[in-house]
């Protein structure tokens, strides 16, 4: 005799396979003397509930053919052993400056699995899904450092996520952005994202193995109520801001104007984000005026396009202009909107993409472009010397 499950509950469910043991299907050879027999360690492949068919094995019953039995009342609630979370955190170069629009969660699965006979590992349960006899466990997107403070609230736009199907809850998001608090914080060098998940129901599954999370105070892998997505984390989030250096040098020759992209540190001054090899900045970002005595407008044919980062580090080449006098130079960071800096420069740029994420307090108290003075000659005292010899 064979027994076969058939699911009851959710509705149009898997039936998925019992196992006596390793073996399935669960048959049984021998019913000689009372008729009966009795199953032991057996275990359903799903959860729900499922009703138990006996059928003839060789559908043959003493030549007459094929013969079933009754269904049987169904057992159960089965439900998941535990939940488990997988997926991808990515950011350019590992990290992401505050407000930049750079996170991407993708193939996050939280899967509802448990184990069954001669399964090697744990299996994800497809019955877990609307209809499943009781309410689901619910799942919250979480996002904390080593301190354990959830700071998820931050993030915009808020990771998609899909209701659970076939056993699996998904989430994922493109662009997401961990948005600068009212005064500068971090760094978070150590921050992780994933999944908090409660199950309120009678048997309440737990997280099962995987990237633990400090979250609330939780320390202890076993006990912690949050999983990371694993792969690509944690990363990092960085207080972000660029820096113009003024340069001065002579008008007969080309000058070198220092950028360098910093982080707010632990100890509330900036350093160079040396892990910053991924900021690039086109030259039409640049914008200049104030100009004195009458210096032209400044070229930059020797700078590449777009000004690439390395380290943390870039340089503008600015072209020799030929005549003394000086320049304000700011990079205005807004997506083609109009700048905002300490130098009382105006213009919109024809730039695309928002790089504000990188503007800072340098004056007045509130956001602005970074700016910086291009001076050439200004110290010079002119033709008065046919030749100037200087001894060391």
């Not at 039936?15 to 032991?40: E, I, K, M, Q, W």
């Not at 019953?61 to 169904?74: C, D, E, I, K, Q």
């Amino acid at each position: 005799m064979t027994l076969t499950p058939a699911v009851s509950a959710p509705a149009g469910g898997n039936n998925g396979s019992l196992y006596r043991g390793a073996v399935t299907p669960v048959t049984f050879t021998s019913l000689c003397g009372s008729g009966a027999a009795t199953a032991t360690n057996l275990a359903w492949s799903e959860v729900g509930t499922m009703t138990l068919t006996g059928s003839v094995t060789d559908n043959n019953y003493l030549g007459a053919g094929p013969v079933t039995g009754n269904a049987s009342a169904a057992p159960g609630r089965f439900y998941p052993d535990h939940f488990t979370l997988a997926g991808t955190v990515s950011a350019p170069c590992g990290f992401a400056y505050m407000g930049q629009p750079a996170i991407d969660i993708a193939g996050g699965r939280l899967e509802a699995r448990c184990l069954t006979g001669g399964q090697p590992s744990y299996q994800a349960v497809t019955n877990y899904r609307t209809g499943y006899l009781v309410s689901l466990a619910t799942a919250a997107f979480v996002a904390a450092d080593a301190d354990g403070v959830d700071r998820s609230a931050r993030f915009s736009p808020a990771p998609t996520a899909t209701a659970w199907t076939s056993g699996v809850y998904a989430i994922s998001g493109t662009g997401l952005a961990f948005a600068r608090a009212a005064a500068p914080d971090g760094p978070y060098d150590s921050f992780n994202l994933g999944l908090t998940v409660t199950d309120g129901s009678d048997y309440a599954a737990a997280l099962g193995p995987g990237l633990a999370m400090t979250v609330g105070g939780c320390t202890v892998a076993g006990h912690c109520t949050a999983r990371a997505l694993a792969s690509g984390s944690p990363i990092k989030a960085r207080y972000g801001r660029l820096r113009m250096g003024n340069a001065i040098g002579s008008d007969k020759l080309p000058l070198y104007m220092p950028l360098e992209a910093q982080y707010r540190t632990a100890g509330s001054g900036y350093a160079t984000n040396t892990i910053d090899s991924c900021t690039t900045i086109t030259q039409n970002r640049i914008l200049q005026g104030n100009a004195q005595k009458g210096l032209p407008v400044l070229t930059f044919t020797g700078t590449t396009n777009p000004i690439v980062f390395t380290n943390g580090r870039a340089t503008l080449k600015i072209d020799k202009p030929g005549s003394p006098g000086s320049r304000d130079l700011t990079i205005n960071l807004s997506a083609a909107g109009a700048a905002t800096n300490c130098v009382g420069l105006a213009g919109v740029t024809a730039a695309t993409g928002d790089m504000s994420y990188l503007r800072e307090t340098w004056c007045a108290g509130t956001q602005h472009d970074p700016a910086a003075r291009a001076s050439f000659d200004v110290y010079s005292k002119g033709d008065r010397f046919i030749y100037q010899r200087e001894n060391y």
